[in-house]
């Protein structure tokens, strides 16, 4: 069997999720399946890895236009597969004209949804129409749908009311939990500009709406004075969300010392060693599928306090792996905090009150490693997909 498995994002240009999740998930499935991976960017050296970059005259057109034209490009390319497996819009459109043209079945990954990411209106314009259409019309007709969590088949099964509840099925994100895992390398973090013997925040993610950094920035005015915030924080979707968290962090500076903001993304070691030296990690997002970064927390050993919206409750175990933090949010698509201000105070209390127990902190982290090796390696993740191929391709 060969599987064509199509995605923006593919080593070396990850910058989120699902990027992580398509590299483990080829690596797992080779093991005993032919992976052909067919990736947005530029040219990779790595066997059955193919990239398509931006087809000539439509470097200048709208983002989502640029997407379509290289997406054709792969769905030609996919002739000869027994099966397609599409992760995000971006690739959505190739699984979905392969399928069409080829007569092959179509696995989509959802890993997040178009519908409820609104803001997105202001990075792509007339683009956002366009890759909404790509999610809907895709999802409809994909033989399989896999949705990273039960919260996100809610998701689905919510937003988009025609799809089949049976072609809908669960398979989360993965860990490596060889990659990470509890580093003690004070020096590594000291580079870093953080003093490893003080208490520390630690928030991994992109500037974008969903991340929720600027609730974070407001709930860390009421943080204990020797707590350090750490920012690994780039990647702005737009220049209105990056000067509202440049505005914020610069005020909270002129409160406090200790608020360090890293915006270049750090390899794997740095990062290891960041996450574990911290007292807990911090995830305040308005919009979370599952959040791969919360797992590579717990695998570090650190605590994660986290929102109650998607799929975090399913991986951060509340009084157990972390503290899950009460949200309830607008239900136009936005995920807005119908209280900002009580959610806002929710957050700083559940932070101060993990900071404030290094010792219980450090028995949250350890549990929370337990239940990343219990639940989310990615051998138990292959086989749930292996399983799924197996089922379409009846």
Same mark, same amino acid.
């Given at each position: 069997m060969r599987v064509d498995l199509l995605s923006r994002e593919y080593p070396p240009e990850v910058y989120g999720g699902a990027g992580v999740h398509v590299a483990e998930l080829v690596r797992a499935l080779r093991r005993d399946i032919e992976v052909v991976v067919r990736a947005f960017g530029a040219p990779r050296d790595e066997p059955g890895v193919f990239s398509y970059a931006t087809p000539a005259g439509l470097e200048d057109a709208n983002g989502a236009l640029q997407t379509m034209g290289a997406d054709l490009a792969i769905a030609r390319d996919v002739a000869g597969a027994d099966l397609v497996h599409s992760h995000t819009w971006y690739a959505n459109l190739a699984g979905r004209v392969a399928q069409l043209l080829h007569g092959i079945p179509h696995v989509a990954t959802a890993h997040s949804l178009e519908p409820l990411r609104p803001w997105k209106a202001e990075q792509l314009g007339g683009g956002y129409r366009l890759s909404s259409w790509i999610e809907r019309d895709a999802l409809a007709s994909a033989d399989a749908v896999v949705a990273v969590s039960e919260g996100m088949r809610r998701d689905l099964l919510?937003?988009?009311?025609?799809?089949?509840?049976?072609?809908?099925r669960v398979v989360y994100n993965g860990i490596d939990l060889d990659g990470w895992r509890r580093v003690d390398d004070g020096d590594a973090v000291r580079a870093l500009g953080v003093d490893p013997d003080r208490p520390s925040i630690v928030f991994v993610?992109?500037?974008?709406?969903?991340?929720? *950094?600027?609730?974070? /920035?407001?709930?860390?005015? @009421?943080? %204990?004075?020797?707590?350090?915030?750490?920012?690994? #924080? &780039?990647?702005?979707?737009?220049p209105e969300i990056m000067a509202e968290v440049e505005g914020l962090v610069a005020e909270l500076r002129v409160e406090r010392d200790g608020v360090v903001w890293i915006d270049r993304h750090l390899p794997r070691p740095e990062l290891t060693a960041l996450l574990s030296a911290a007292t807990t990690f911090v995830c305040p997002s308005v919009y979370e599928p599952l959040g791969i970064v919360n797992l590579e927390a717990m695998a570090c050993g650190a605590p994660v306090v986290g929102t109650g919206t998607g799929g975090i409750p399913e991986v951060v175990a509340d009084g157990v792996t972390g503290a899950i933090v009460p949200l309830d949010q607008a239900d136009d698509g936005t995920g807005t905090p119908l209280d900002p201000v009580r959610?806002?105070?929710? *957050?700083?209390?559940? /932070?101060?009150?993990?900071? @404030?127990? %290094?010792?219980?902190?450090?028995?949250?982290?350890? #549990? &929370?490693?337990?239940?990343?090796?219990r639940e989310f390696s990615w051998d138990a993740i292959a086989d749930r997909t292996r399983a799924l191929y197996a089922d379409v391709l009846v």
């Open positions: 919510r937003v988009y009311p025609e799809l089949e509840p049976d072609r809908v993610g992109r500037i974008t709406r969903q991340k929720g *950094l600027p609730y974070l /920035l407001r709930a860390a005015r @009421s943080l %204990p004075g020797d707590v350090q915030l750490v920012l690994c #924080a &780039g990647a702005p979707d737009t959610f806002v105070a929710d *957050l700083a209390d559940a /932070l101060a009150e993990m900071v @404030s127990d %290094p010792a219980r902190a450090r028995a949250l982290g350890e #549990a &929370g490693r337990e239940r990343a090796e």
